[in-house]
């Protein structure tokens, strides 16, 4: 599963510059069951063209959590071509990837500034050449 996971952002690296990966709608990955992994994450990506097609969420949606909540693009300030900063991501396989974002800033924040962060599925962002992670855990 996690070979899969690279093996794709590999393939889409191959292309240079930022790339969107396609995947499957929003809908039907989030219904469907699997193991969900989590893995921390360190690059900005920028919110692509059909980022209103999904939902900003609180947690994941296929996961265990009970009070997911959505936002809306507009109280969230995020627009097509926003550049966002990725911290996390969570798959179920190769095409279920979503993504835990927030505001991107340049500047370095403090131990005591609050960042509100979202999940997103993978196909509402353009990602980067290079992306880097590492497993942190799954269930």
Known sequence: ???KSILLA???LSFGGFVSVAQSPASSAASRTGSLSYHKANFT???GANY????LTNHVPNSNYKN???TSWAKSGFKKGTKVHVDMFASQGLQYNWYRISKYSTKKATKHTKVQ???IYGEALVLPKSITNQLVFSY
């Open 1 to 3: 599963m996690f070979k």
């Open 45 to 47: 990506a920028k919110i």
């Open 52 to 55: 209103k097609s999904f939902k």
């Open 117 to 119: 962060k979202y999940w």
């Open 10 to 12: 590999v393939t889409a």
């Open 68 to 70: 997911k909540e959505t």
